[in-house]
């Protein structure tokens, strides 16, 4: 089955940073979905990608769909500390209403 | 988006018994799917539940360890059967919109939080 690769798995932000977060596959995607998932909650959407090269926004959250279609990246910029959770990357497989997500990259705050 | 809420939000269960989890979403929708993310894991997804036909189930999932109703287009229930320690984990319910005809974009409810012991 499809396989989508996230890296890195865990990253420490310190406030203020920017940080950037990506997901691969061996297979082509037509969608690409940003979630973030905090403790206690479900994983809430983020950002949503339909076209290769598109680069869309929601406040300091910025994704792109990769040109390949083959990946994706999310960057935060000038973090805060809720910026804390798991963020997942996701994709709909080839029958289009299931979605494969990524190991998930957990945010933690610099001690 | 659909609201989703989900009851209950956790449970302790003992060894060998079930466990029924109920998903009510705020507006009429034609798939809901529901979701296992065991502890420090991603989310999988066992099956898709469609109003009117027998749900779908993933490789590895069967219907005897996790029946699912869905009564109409509001509502969906997940039983967890006959439990063991390695059912911990959460369960999710999610439904779709749809956007050029497939259920891309998924929204979540708040997750179920089963321990079993």
């Known amino acids: 089955g499809q396989q989508l690769n996230q890296s890195p798995q865990s990253m420490f932000i310190q406030e203020g940073e920017d940080v950037s977060m990506n997901c691969t596959s061996s297979?082509?995607?037509?969608?690409w979905l940003w979630y973030k998932q905090e403790p206690g909650e479900g994983p809430v959407l983020l950002i949503a990608?339909?076209?290769?090269?598109e680069l869309t926004s929601n406040g300091r959250l910025t994704a792109q769909f990769g040109i390949t279609r083959k990946d994706s990246f999310l960057n935060i910029s000038a973090s805060i500390p809720s910026d804390v959770g798991i963020y997942f990357c996701?994709?709909?497989?080839?029958?289009?209403?299931?979605?494969?997500f990524g190991g998930g990259t957990r945010v933690l705050v610099k001690p | 988006s659909a609201v989703i809420s989900q009851k209950p939000s956790r449970d302790i269960c003992q060894r060998g018994t079930s466990l029924t989890i109920q998903c009510q979403v705020d507006?009429?929708?034609?798939?809901m799917f529901w979701y296992r993310q065991q502890p420090g894991q991603s989310l999988t997804l066992i099956a898709t539940?469609?109003?009117?036909?027998?749900?779908?189930?993933e490789s590895g999932f069967v219907i005897d360890k996790f029946p699912i109703s869905r009564p109409n287009l509001t509502f969906s229930t997940l039983t967890v059967s006959n439990m063991s320690p390695e059912d911990s984990s959460i369960y999710l319910c999610?439904?779709?919109?749809?956007?050029?005809?497939?259920?891309?974009?998924?929204?979540f409810g708040p997750g179920t939080r089963l321990t079993v012991l």
């Open positions: 996701a994709g709909p497989g080839a029958a289009g209403n299931k979605l494969t």
């Open positions: 507006s009429q929708v034609t798939m």
């Open positions: 297979s082509i995607f037509n969608t």
């Open positions: 539940a469609n109003q009117g036909s027998e749900a779908t189930y």
């Open positions: 990608l339909y076209k290769a090269g």
């Open positions: 999610s439904t779709g919109t749809s956007r050029q005809s497939s259920y891309n974009e998924q929204f």
